[in-house]
């Protein structure tokens, strides 16, 4: 199978800790988006990369949060400090960007419980 | 900033039967997107339309880009069992940066 993976699927960490979260993107798709789900909610969008470049950050990624894709492959997301608000489901996707193709294929996310 | 709307939140319907849900917005969409979502999963893309007034199918699954591009129509007929899940609608302005979702539909199916 050659869709988006995400490492963890689960992490459970208190207060204050540190965590990183893995993707993995579609190999040949040189676009990778990082979302974040609330319950009852849908995705919401992070920050986004074209092959190693972050081309746009949400409002909603504080200073916490750092993400990067250092050779235009797999990505991660850090959040520093975490907060009990930092719960969420933390989705991937990757594209292949060309004209005329938008679509956005999504991995299994990271569910994030901070306690 | 830009919002879609999807309502209502949950659908109960009977299998064998079609049911139909839409997605509006205030703000004009280059491309619609549905996906459909289980529980603990990542969303799931059933259909991408890119231009004013597409019908598409994809099995028993139809969907269609309004004419105003401020709309957008999913409709799945002869339903089953694991047609359960939350579905939402996705726009993308068409720079291919970020969508915007709706709040999803909840669709249960009654054997």
Redesign the interface.
């Known amino acids: 199978d050659t869709g988006?993976s995400?490492n963890p699927r689960h992490k459970i960490t208190k207060r204050g800790q540190n965590v990183t979260f893995r993707c993995d993107p579609i190999s040949e798709h040189n676009?990778l988006?990082w979302?974040r789900q609330t319950l009852?909610?849908?995705?919401?969008?992070l920050t986004?990369f074209q092959n190693e470049a972050q081309?746009?950050k949400?409002r909603l990624l504080s200073d916490r949060f750092s993400a990067e894709r250092p050779k235009g492959s797999f990505s991660t997301l850090e959040i520093q400090r975490t907060e009990q608000g930092d719960s969420a489901m933390y989705?991937c996707?990757s594209?292949l960007?060309r004209t005329?193709s938008?679509?956005?294929?999504?991995?299994?996310?990271t569910?994030l419980t901070v306690t | 900033g830009q919002q879609l709307n999807q309502s209502p939140q949950s659908m109960f319907i009977q299998e064998g039967e079609d049911v139909s849900m839409n997605c509006t917005s205030s703000s004009i969409f280059n491309t619609w997107l549905w996906y459909k979502q289980d529980p603990g999963e990542g969303p799931v893309l059933l259909i991408a339309l890119y231009k004013a007034g597409e019908l598409t199918s994809n099995g028993r699954l139809t969907a269609q880009f309004g004419i105003t591009r401020k709309d957008s129509f999913l409709n799945i007929s002869a339903s089953i069992p694991s047609d359960v899940g939350i579905y939402f609608c996705a726009g993308d302005t068409g720079a291919n940066s970020k969508l915007t979702f709706g709040k999803g539909i909840t669709l249960s199916v009654r054997p």
Do not use: I, K, N, T
């Not at chain 1, 009852?40 to 969008?45: L, M, R, S, T």
């Open positions: 988006v995400q676009r988006y979302y009852g909610q849908g995705p919401e969008f986004y081309l746009e949400s989705l996707a594209s960007h005329g938008y679509e956005q294929y999504f991995g299994p996310g569910r």
